[in-house]
C-alpha cells in the first residue's frame, strides 16, 4: 500500500506547480485592453448581490471587486476562478472582529457548497472581506491586480513581472504534508475521529499557516507560503482534509 501510494505520489502529485507561470496577456476570456467583458461583469455582480442578501449579515457594502489569478497575467486556464470580494466595515456588524469574521467565513461556506457557478468556464469563489484590510493588502503590494465591478474600473492594474517558481522548495514543503495527510487517511480505517481530529487539526494549521506567513510575506501571492497553498489546493490535498475530517465526524454516529 505505501508503495502504491508512493508511486502515486510521484507520478502526478507536483503536476499543478508547471500552472504556476506567468502569462503574456490578461486572460482574453475576460478582458480586452484592460476593459472587463461587460456581460461576466453584470453577472459577477449579481452572484455577489445576491450572495450578500441571503446572509444575515447587517453592513452596508463597500464594494463588490474581482482580485486573484484572473485580474492577473499568473492566470491559469486549469486552474483559476474568480475570487469575488464583497467588502463591509467588520464595525459595522460588531465590535468583536474574530466573531465578524467568523459569520463572514461560515457565509461564505455556506453559499460555496450550495453553488456550482461558471461563467466562461472558471469557477465563482464568493467571500465577505473588511474594508480596511483589502485596502492595505492592496497599498502593503501584497495583492496584485484588483477590479471593482461595481465602479466598473481598476483599483489596482496589474504588473507584470519576472517570476519563476522555485519548484524543488514547493515541493519540498508541501511532501511533507501530505505524506502525512496520506498516513491519517489510512489510519482512518481504523482509528475513529477523538484519534485523528489533533493530527488533522495539527496538519491544517500548518496549510493556513503557509498560505498567511506567504501573504504576509513582500512576495506576497509568489511566496512559496502561498504556492504550496495554491499546490496542495490544485491537486486536490486540501479537499482531501476536508473530507477526511467531515466522513470522521460522521462515522463515530453510525
Known sequence: MKMERFLEFRRGTFTPIKSFKI???LNEKLWVDFELDEDVRKQL???GQDFFEGTEIQAEVKDIVLCGSLCNYNWSEKYSDYDLHITIDFKDVDEDYDLVEKLCDYAKKVWNEQHDIKIKGYEVEVCI???????EEITD???GGVYSLLKDKWIK???KIDFKPNERMIKEKSKNIIMVID???EESNDKNYDELE????KVWGKIKNYRKSGLESESGEFSIGNLVFKLLRRNGYIGKVMELKRNLYDK???
Open 23 to 25: 502569462q503574456k496577456e
Open 45 to 47: 455582480l449579481q452572484i
Open 129 to 135: 472581506q473588511d474594508a480596511k484590510i483589502m485596502h
Open 141 to 143: 503590494g501584497k495583492m
Open 157 to 159: 492594474k496589474p504588473v
Open 183 to 185: 498516513d491519517i487517511i
Open 198 to 201: 489533533p493530527k488533522i487539526k
Open 252 to 254: 463515530q454516529f453510525k
